[in-house]
């Protein structure tokens, strides 16, 4: 049996590209909730912005900052 959510509840769209390898991981855990993979990532996100004091984690610090496209800034 699924878990559904209330009905009328207000949800938007939230797209975004992971490795094949996350979205295997999230299709698996999803299944093991018996909830469908947004689902999941919804009461995914809701626990880590629980854990946070309702922000999520800052993940910059995964982040190598040499493979990141640097921008030109303005001097004075």
């Not at 295997?24 to 626990?47: F, G, H, N, P, Q």
Request: a negative charge.
């Amino acid at each position: 049996m699924r878990t559904r959510r209330e009905d009328n509840a207000p949800t938007v769209l939230l797209q975004g590209r992971v490795a094949p390898e996350s979205r295997e991981a999230v299709t698996r855990a999803a299944k093991t909730s018996r909830m469908s993979a947004a689902r999941y990532l919804d009461s995914l996100i809701t626990v880590l912005r629980e854990d946070g004091n309702g922000e999520l984690p800052d993940l910059s610090y995964l982040l190598d900052m040499d493979k990141q496209e640097q921008l030109p800034v303005d001097k004075p």
